[in-house]
T-cell receptor, first 112, second 115 residues
Framework: GEDVEQSLFLSVREGDSSVINCTYT??????LYWYKQEPGAGLQLLTY?????DMKQDQRLTVLLNKKDKHLSLRIADTQTGDSAIYFC????????????FGTGTRLQVFP | GAGVSQSPSNKVTEKGKDVELRCDPI?????LYWYRQSLGQGLEFLIY????????KSGLPSDRFSAERTGGSVSTLTIQRTQQEDSAVYLC?????????????FGAGSRLTVL
């Protein structure tokens, strides 16, 4: 069935890189997504990657996709305190659906 | 409006009462989603609409939960005979129909507390 797994917590020092990992199950997912949720707010799209790509870079963000292992990661370079939030990865649930399945979310805490 | 609007932002109710949560999507967005976020849990899919139809309502936890969408716009999620385990933040999102990535825009959520 559909399942997206993430580790629950990550703590990093300001200025270091953060790497948030995600594993998914549906190999037919066309796109994979990263969303960010700040306290008391809804989710905001950070970036997404098309399934035929293995890497996408967008300023401080780098997304790596390993389709063979169904593993997705989000690297944040030069992590700042403003990056403290919950990060969710998401996959589409299949070819003929617009349903997105979200992971459990990783809470990133950045300390000075 | 400019974003997805949800109301109420906070709702406290007594066990056994019915509640209605409202979502006003971005104008022109044909897809509308409901998710539930419980403390310590990820986002749990409840239901989504394409226009006024719900192709997938597989995530509704029980028959106490129902949702409708009218005029391809506003949606209401109704929970009957609320239970304490229904306490959560209910998030609504909408997206346009495109052939590319399905980008969801989320509302700020409705926090439901069942006493």
């Amino acid at each position: 069935g559909e399942d997206v797994e993430q580790s629950l917590f990550l703590s990093v020092r300001e200025g270091d890189s953060s790497v948030i990992n995600c594993t998914y199950t549906d190999s037919s997912s066309t796109y994979l997504y990263w969303y960010k949720q700040e306290p008391g707010a809804g989710l905001q799209l950070l970036t997404y990657i098309f399934s035929n790509m293995d890497m996408k870079q967008d300023q401080r963000l780098t997304v790596l996709l390993n389709k063979k292992d169904k593993h997705l990661s989000l690297r944040i370079a030069d992590t700042q305190t403003g990056d403290s939030a919950i990060y969710f990865c998401a996959e589409s649930a299949g070819y003929n659906t617009d349903k997105l399945i979200f992971g459990t979310g990783t809470r990133l805490q950045v300390f000075p | 409006g400019a974003g997805v609007s949800q109301s109420p932002s906070n709702k406290v109710t007594e066990k056994g009462k019915d509640v209605e949560l409202r979502c006003d999507p971005i104008s022109g967005h044909t897809a509308l989603y409901w998710y539930r976020q419980s403390l310590g849990q990820g986002l749990e899919f409840l239901i989504y609409f394409q226009g006024n139809s719900a192709p997938d309502k597989s995530g509704l936890p029980s028959d106490r939960f129902s949702a409708e969408r009218t005029g391809g716009s506003v949606s209401t999620l109704t929970i009957q005979r609320t239970q304490q385990e229904d306490s959560a933040v209910y998030l609504c999102a909408s997206s346009p129909v495109t052939s590319g990535a399905n980008v969801l825009t989320f509302g700020a959520g409705s926090r439901l507390t069942v006493l």
